[in-house]
């Protein structure tokens, strides 16, 4: 999210400081008209504000990957990789209870 804040920002900014050299550039011709000094000085506040936007929500962001809780098995409670629901040593006791349970024929040699 802050990374696309950003870029929106430099974008913002770019693309105002290139019709700005535009207006400028043609101050007498028509084309200078198309390009008024008000909206290039509300764009560039724009712009500034969607980087410092951009910059407060990445220190939030890197403060935020801090203070989250790791994952922890349901039984045990023992810190796990992210994604998973229980550590190592329960999910195979789920899946061999699991597997017990729906596997009851005989197997056929």
């Given at each position: 999210m802050s990374s696309t804040l950003l870029r929106l920002g430099l974008w913002v900014i770019l693309i105002?400081?290139?019709?700005?050299?535009?207006?400028e550039t043609y101050e007498g011709d028509p084309i200078s008209e198309f390009v008024p000094m008000a909206m290039l000085q509300k764009a560039i506040a724009l712009g500034g504000i969607l980087v410092v936007t951009g910059i407060v929500v990445r220190m939030f962001e890197k403060t935020a990957a801090r203070v989250v809780v790791k994952n922890r098995c349901v039984t045990c409670r023992t810190p796990i990789q992210p994604g998973a629901i229980y550590c190592r040593a329960h999910l195979r006791s789920v899946l061999a209870r699991e597997d017990d349970r729906t596997h009851m024929t005989r197997l056929r040699r």
């Open positions: 105002v400081v290139a019709l700005y050299v535009v207006h």
